[in-house]
């Protein structure tokens, strides 16, 4: 990644690539549904001081997972808006079976 991605399908492509490990996607997947729970949760009770737990579950799973588990830098540092359209987009092809947790690379 020495030159600047130029495109969103560019760096979908390389997203990806980040993220071959089955528990990589394991953890990024848990921590874009907790962030859902707690929306949900903040909804329904009105408990806006739980919101603070976004970003905890949101980054928190992620970067952990990068670190222990795929070995790499995340791609949040140096694209943050494409890095978090496309943990949305990631965990909705898991939820629907347009992605797999299982890739064709070693976990």
Do not use: C
């Not at 990589?24 to 408990?47: A, D, E, Q, S, W």
């Not at 540092?77 to 943990?87: E, G, M, R, T, V």
């Amino acid at each position: 990644m020495s030159e600047r991605i130029k495109t969103y399908q560019e760096f979908y492509e390389f997203y990806l690539d980040e993220h071959k490990k089955l528990g990589t996607r394991i953890f990024h997947f848990l921590g874009i549904l907790f962030v859902f729970l707690v929306i949900g949760f903040v909804i329904y009770t009105g408990k806006e001081r739980f919101l603070w737990y976004i970003p905890i579950f949101g980054y928190g799973f992620a970067w952990l997972s990068h670190a222990f588990i795929e070995r790499n830098k995340p791609a949040t540092f140096k694209y943050p808006l494409w890095s978090l359209i496309s943990d949305f987009k990631l965990f909705f092809e898991l939820l629907i079976g347009r992605q797999k947790f299982r890739t064709q690379e070693k976990a």
